[in-house]
């Protein structure tokens, strides 16, 4: 079965500092990738995928990750971190035909 | 225009209850889905429509009754509500197919007392 690991419950980064959120997956087949974003009281919001082809993915708000098959991971970053980043992310995969499987989520705090 | 609505936001009730929870999409999706989200944040899928199709049916009580009348909606049903109900569900769409992202609705709490 497939499943996907986010190590950190909460990470917290200085405004302007490089922020890296880790996740990591297990499946059987390729994997599918997906970063989303969930603010307070609100639904989850799409922020990049890996599908195929070059290894890093850039996505919305300046944030990219990076695939790494080797390790299994896919873990999102951004170079320069803002307040408004502060969110509660979802590490999520999928292969085959099963469906969406996502990570329990890591609260990211970024402290002005 | 919100692409994927919920209605209602917020829903209490008792226990042994029958509620609904209505999602509507405006983007031609032809996949929709239900998830649930619980207290600590865990988030697990439900059900899964395409073109008002049961594609996923997770694990779940059959106390739950997804009922899909068109492509664009996919409305909720539960029979006989439980304190373990009690949740933020949310409803999302996509176009068909593995590759694509989801978009979710905002969301509706359950508080079931």
């Known amino acids: 079965a497939q499943s996907v690991a986010q190590p950190e419950d909460q990470v917290n980064v200085a405004e302007g500092n490089p922020l890296t959120v880790k996740c990591t997956y297990s499946?059987?087949?390729?994997?599918?990738l997906f970063w989303y974003v969930q603010y307070p009281n609100r639904g989850l919001q799409f922020l990049l995928k890996?599908?195929?082809?070059?290894?890093l993915v850039k996505g919305s708000y300046g944030f990219e990750a990076e695939f790494n098959k080797s390790q299994t991971s896919f873990h999102l970053k951004k170079p320069s971190a803002l307040v408004s980043d502060s969110a509660l992310y979802f590490c999520?995969?999928?292969?085959?035909?099963?469906?969406?499987?996502f990570g329990k989520g890591t609260r990211l705090s970024v402290i002005a | 225009d919100t692409a994927v609505s919920q209605t209602p936001k917020y829903l209490v009730t008792q226990m042994g209850n029958d509620k609904s929870i209505k999602c509507e999409q405006n983007?031609?999706?032809?996949?929709m889905y239900w998830y649930k989200q619980d207290s600590k944040k865990f988030l697990k899928i439900m059900f899964s429509?395409?073109?008002?199709?049961?594609?996923i049916n997770e694990t779940v009580p059959n106390r739950f009754s997804p009922k899909s009348p068109d492509k664009a909606h996919l409305n909720l049903h539960i029979n006989s509500l439980e304190l373990g109900d009690s949740a933020v569900y949310f409803c999302?769409?996509?176009?068909?197919?593995?590759?694509?992202?989801?978009?979710f609705g905002p969301g509706t709490r359950l508080t079931v007392t």
């Open positions: 890996y599908i195929t082809g070059d290894n």
């Open positions: 499946v059987s087949g390729n994997p599918y």
């Open positions: 999302a769409s996509s176009p068909p197919g593995l590759f694509y992202e989801q978009y």
């Open positions: 999520a995969v999928l292969s085959g035909n099963t469906p969406l499987v």
């Open positions: 429509y395409n073109n008002k199709e049961l594609i």
């Open positions: 983007l031609g999706h032809d996949t």
